[in-house]
């Protein structure tokens, strides 16, 4: 029964895997764009009142990076179980 399902491991280890690479750059792209606005300012208004509200960077790009291990782990139990059950 197992030797028919080793793939979906597999294929859900490597939707995480591609979904954290795309928070890490999201992550990156809203750093940019927050501290690029930050130096346009006159005013530092928008870093103390924190509006309007952005994702934080740091807390997308270890999401990023959780997803990214997660997703290996998920896909290597996949890989398991097709190497164990050839």
């Known amino acids: 029964m197992i030797n028919e399902y080793w793939g979906i491991p597999v294929i859900i280890g490597a939707v995480f895997f591609v979904l954290g690479i795309a928070l890490i750059i999201w992550g990156a792209r809203e750093g940019r764009d927050y501290y690029d606005s930050l ?11 924190k509006w309007p509200l952005r994702p934080e960077p740091g807390a997308l ?26």
């Open 61 to 86: 790009k270890t999401g990023g990076w959780i997803t990214i291990a997660l997703g290996i782990i998920i896909a290597g139990i996949g890989g398991l179980l097709y190497w164990f059950n050839k």
């Open 39 to 49: 130096i346009n300012k006159v005013d530092l208004r928008e870093f103390f009142s």
